[in-house]
């Protein structure tokens, strides 16, 4: 069954769609709009922006699961996501990712009971000048070591 989008999001679609010639160019913050209603994009959730934009869910799901910004489950409150590609890791992402598994009592790809984080390892975030770096939601974090990661966790809410 396909979501239903809230007539707040259809109003914002419809406005993001106007300002492209066409449709489909529309794609990657119609996905956004609609990862804001759900929280991810769903199978379900892909097929129904392919109909509103007139393209096969085929490409729909291509760009959902080229782009790590789109989540394809559920996400806690914050999304931790930690770069493991090779200049994070030559300056020790490593270290860092075990430390956030310790400090948050969940392996990569998992989720706290609390649904307060989801942690996620990523593939180069494009900061590679400040690297090691990760994630917050949205937020970037650079040149990090373990007391920064802390006082940036802790500092949540
Ligand atoms: S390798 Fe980590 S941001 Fe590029």
Known sequence: MSPEFSEQTKKAIAEIVARYP???AALLPVLHAAQRE???ISRATEKSVAGLLE???AKVHEVVTFY???NRQPVGRYHVQICSNLSCSLLGAGSLIDHLSEKLGIQPGETTPDQKFTFSLVQ???ACEQ?????VNFEYFGNLDTPKIDEIL???E
């Open 154 to 156: 802790d500092n949540l």
């Open 22 to 24: 066409k449709k489909e």
């Open 38 to 40: 759900f929280g991810y």
């Open 124 to 126: 180069c975030l494009g």
């Open 68 to 70: 790590t910004m789109y």
């Open 131 to 135: 690297a090691p770096c990760m994630m």
């Open 55 to 57: 393209i096969s869910p």
